[in-house]
């Protein structure tokens, strides 16, 4: 399966983005990156699975989304 890296600004929409979808069925962990000045705090979600459906469940919940893309 693909593997998608979310950026969400800060390191709270981080651990509560993926309390919520961890709660919703997806496998994901937090990690910090480095180098990258326009991703907010420098720690991402790594989201695996449909990355459509679970941009829709942080929108809904209120998490603030700054970039998705797609790992190499």
Avoid: H, P, W
Avoid at 44 to 64: C, F, P, R
């Amino acid at each position: 399966m693909k593997r998608y890296i979310i950026a969400t600004g800060t390191v709270t929409y981080a651990l509560k983005g993926r309390d919520i979808l961890r709660k919703n069925g997806f496998s994901v962990k937090i990690e910090r990156i480095t180098g990258d000045k326009t991703l907010g705090c420098g720690y991402v979600l790594v989201v695996v699975g449909n990355i459509a459906e679970a941009e829709k469940i942080l929108n809904s919940s209120g998490i603030k989304i700054l970039k998705i893309t797609e790992e190499q």
